[in-house]
């Protein structure tokens, strides 16, 4: 999936996200012109050697990996290659999220009806930031909800087995508090708040 498909919605998002990658050297003016089309066109081909060199996998998962940044990107290739032994399929749930659709999704439960999904609002979780991706660990079409501890276990089994495959992903079952087994993010060393001042500047973060 071409990247200008993924945010054409929302281009002053993929600005951010292009800069921070190092693609892109225009400002931040949410305009799509000439620079911003040659960031997306170097993302593309970042994206593209890639999915090359480590391989494609289901649909789904391929949509959510298209909204990660290259380096997260690559990161989850990475990680699925190394899943492949693992005895129960795995995909990527979900990925990068712009701010609009952090909104949307962390209106659900509050403001707009159905359950509560996410307790992050707008710029404060690592999906944001292109950066952070969810798994979801399927036995045929039973998929893990983490109910059971056997399930529960099956995702510690999963970072267990990838960790050393892919040394730059933190994993959301270290958190002391809350912890988020099916999630995963690129290890920035920098605290949630000061990943977000860097991507809204432009500046690096991965
Ligand atoms: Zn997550």
Avoid: C
Wanted: charged fraction near 20%; glycine fraction near 10%; hydrophobic fraction near 40%.
């Amino acid at each position: 999936m071409m990247v200008a498909a993924v945010f054409k919605k929302d281009t002053l998002f993929f600005q951010r996200l292009a800069k921070a990658s190092g693609l892109y050297s225009g400002s931040l003016d949410g305009s799509w012109g000439p620079l911003t089309q040659g960031a997306a066109d170097a993302w593309d081909k970042l994206s593209a050697a890639t999915a090359k060199t480590y391989g494609t996998f289901d649909p789904r998962t391929e949509e959510n990996i298209a909204s990660l940044v290259p380096k997260a990107q690559r990161a989850a290739r990475q990680f699925l290659v190394a899943a492949k032994v693992f005895p129960y399929t795995v995909k990527i749930l979900s990925g990068g999220r712009t701010y609009a659709e952090q909104t949307a999704i962390y209106a659900q439960g509050r403001s707009r009806p159905g359950k509560v999904v996410t307790n992050a609002p707008a710029g404060s979780s690592n999906h944001n930031f292109g950066i952070a991706f969810d798994v979801g660990i399927f036995d045929g079409k039973t998929y893990f909800t983490g109910a059971t501890k056997a399930q529960t276990d099956a995702y510690l089994k999963l970072r267990k087995l990838t960790k050393p495959a892919v040394l730059e992903l933190d994993w959301g079952g270290d958190w002391k508090s809350s912890k988020d087994y099916p999630h995963y993010e690129l290890h920035t060393g920098m605290t949630t708040k000061q990943v977000r001042a860097s991507l809204e500047s432009g500046r690096a973060y991965v």
